[in-house]
Nanobody, 115 residues
Framework: VQLQAYGGGLVQAGGSLRLSCAAS????????MGWFRQAPGKERELVAA????????TYGIPVKGRFTISRDNAKNTVYLQISSLKPEDTAVYYC?????????WGQGTLVTVSS
């Protein structure tokens, strides 16, 4: 599975973005997917994850209530709607798909939030 994340950019605090992660090489419909982020000098952390059916979602504490993960299996794409952005949300955002307990990662898309 290959993943291509896009949609990042420079946004002012309080603004919103929608990140997309398009998959190719296999259908994502049967797999759990997630978004992670890594800020400079920090470890990669979970932002949001969704079960294969979409019936279960979980969010990292810093983003809960502001970010929403969704998926469109017909488009083989997972999304991350990010709102009420804060400067501390600045990071490279990565999408991930879990295939038979093996994680596949996209290349990341940079989100920069200015104060």
């Amino acid at each position: 599975v290959q993943l291509q994340a896009y949609g990042g950019g420079l946004v002012q605090a309080g603004g919103s973005l929608r990140l997309s992660c398009a998959a190719s090489g296999d259908s994502i419909s049967g797999y759990a997917m997630g978004w992670f982020r890594q800020a400079p000098g920090k470890e990669r952390e979970l932002v949001a994850a969704m079960s294969w059916s979409g019936g279960y979602t979980t969010y990292g504490i810093p983003v809960k209530g502001r970010f929403t993960i969704s998926r469109d299996n017909a488009k083989n794409t997972v999304y991350l709607q990010i709102s009420s952005l804060k400067p501390e949300d600045t990071a490279v955002y990565y999408c991930m798909v879990l295939v038979n307990l093996e994680a596949y990662w996209g290349q990341g898309t940079l989100v920069t939030v200015s104060s």
